[in-house]
């Protein structure tokens, strides 16, 4: 009944910037927050960082540690999307990047569990 949508992702230079965008759809009102996460070839799936979706405005967003300075999210609920900012791409940076949406509690925020449906994903590429 949720179905979400990722899109902005493509090839950048190292140290450029790139902007991801997650369109959901359907009923997405009984969901409290929306994340971002990745997942490199050979790697598993990690969280890059979440933010609350509905219900209310506490909270600003979580960001993974490894990520902060870099990277940021945000929220525009009057277009049903999220985004993501992403400064000074490492080839390291480089994979499938995934929108979720759930309804995760505090330990629970940062885990694939934590989130109920899933976007096909969009391929960010670093390379010069």
């Known amino acids: 009944q949720v179905q979400l949508v990722e899109s902005g992702g493509g090839l950048v230079q190292p140290g450029g910037s790139l902007t991801l965008s997650c369109v959901a759809s359907g009923s997405t009102s009984g969901f409290h927050a929306m994340g971002w996460f990745r997942q490199a070839s050979g790697k598993e799936r990690e969280w890059v960082g979440s933010i609350r979706w509905s219900g209310g405005s506490r909270g600003n967003g979580y960001i993974a540690d490894s990520k902060k300075g870099r990277f940021s999210i945000s929220r525009d609920r009057a277009k049903s999307t999220i985004y993501l900012q992403m400064n000074a791409l490492e080839p390291e940076d480089t994979a499938v990047y995934y929108c979720?949406?759930?309804?995760?509690?505090?330990?629970?925020?940062?885990?694939?569990?934590?989130?109920?449906?899933w976007g096909p994903g969009t391929q960010v590429t670093v390379s010069s």
């Open positions: 979720a949406i759930g309804r995760p509690i505090q330990s629970t925020i940062s885990t694939i569990g934590g989130y109920t449906y």
